[in-house]
């Protein structure tokens, strides 16, 4: 069964060049550097209430461009689960502090263009949460043309509460929301063609005015604040000119 939502991650070719940015956003460093002799790779960890935030430094030999390349959930037993979907587990030990944290894992094929992971750990994670403005993970957007699929993984197999299903005429699509650990998966399909796309994240705040002013002040192109789509939230959009992502702040009042 599942838990929560685990970790976002973020695929760089500079790590240290990316920690300034995110670490900028966040108005934080990171909680932790982990490093896997098994797969070959470091990462640094933003560690928040309800999500862990990773960018890892790519292999050498990867000539992708840096992005949002997957994100993974927290299960107790993988072993508990049972998923039709093709799947690939591996096994990996994170060195982080002089300690080595066993992670056994699950890849979900869902799609080549992210990666959609499980992941048990050896022991709890006890490192101090990132207290901050931007304190949680409000919730990540997927888009698809398959949302019948997503419905049968994510609720019946993964057993994630469908909290919502609707059909949006104003832009003539289906949402689905996925709601685990105090957060949301988003699912925007709106039958264009293509692979399921990791497209954007939202991110919670205490005071999104404060929170909007700190950016600009560091270099960030922040919208006005706004009325959201929920009822009593505010919400403004973030341009990062060196990162791709869809980022939207969101306080909920």
């Known amino acids: 069964m599942i838990k929560s939502l685990d970790r976002i991650s973020y695929l760089t070719n500079s790590l240290e060049q ?19 002799k098994d797969r070959n790779y470091e990462s640094f960890l933003y560690i928040f209430e309800n999500i862990n935030f990773e ?10 461009e840096d992005k949002l390349s ?23 030990n994170e060195e982080s502090n002089e300690k080595v944290q066993l992670v056994k894992s699950i890849s979900i094929n869902q799609s080549p263009d992210f990666q959609l992971s499980v992941n048990e750990y050896e022991y709890s994670n006890v490192s101090p949460t990132i207290e901050n403005n931007l304190f949680a993970l409000d919730h990540l957007v997927l888009t698809t043309n398959k949302s019948d699929e997503l419905i049968n993984l994510y609720e019946k197999e993964l057993g994630i509460r469908l909290a919502l299903d609707q059909f949006v005429e ?8 996925f709601r685990t650990g105090q957060a949301t998966i988003e699912v925007i399909d709106n039958k264009v063609e293509g692979n399921d796309q990791f497209w954007g994240l939202a991110w919670k705040t205490k005071d999104i005015r404060k929170k909007r002013e700190y950016l600009i002040k560091n270099g960030f192109n922040v919208s006005d604040v706004k009325d959201g789509r929920k009822k009593d939230t505010l919400v403004a959009t973030v341009k990062f000119d060196e990162i791709k992502i869809p980022t939207l702040l969101v306080e909920h009042l």
Do not use: C, H, Q
């Open 70 to 92: 997957g994100f993974s959930m927290l299960s107790d037993d993988l072993t508990s689960l049972n998923i039709s979907t093709s799947y690939d587990k591996y096994e990996n």
């Open 55 to 64: 960018i890892i430094k790519k292999s050498e030999d990867s000539t992708k």
């Open 18 to 36: 990316t920690e300034k940015t995110f670490s900028a956003f966040f108005n934080s460093k990171p909680s932790k550097k982990i490093v896997s």
């Open 170 to 177: 104003k832009w003539g699509g289906r949402m689905l929301f």
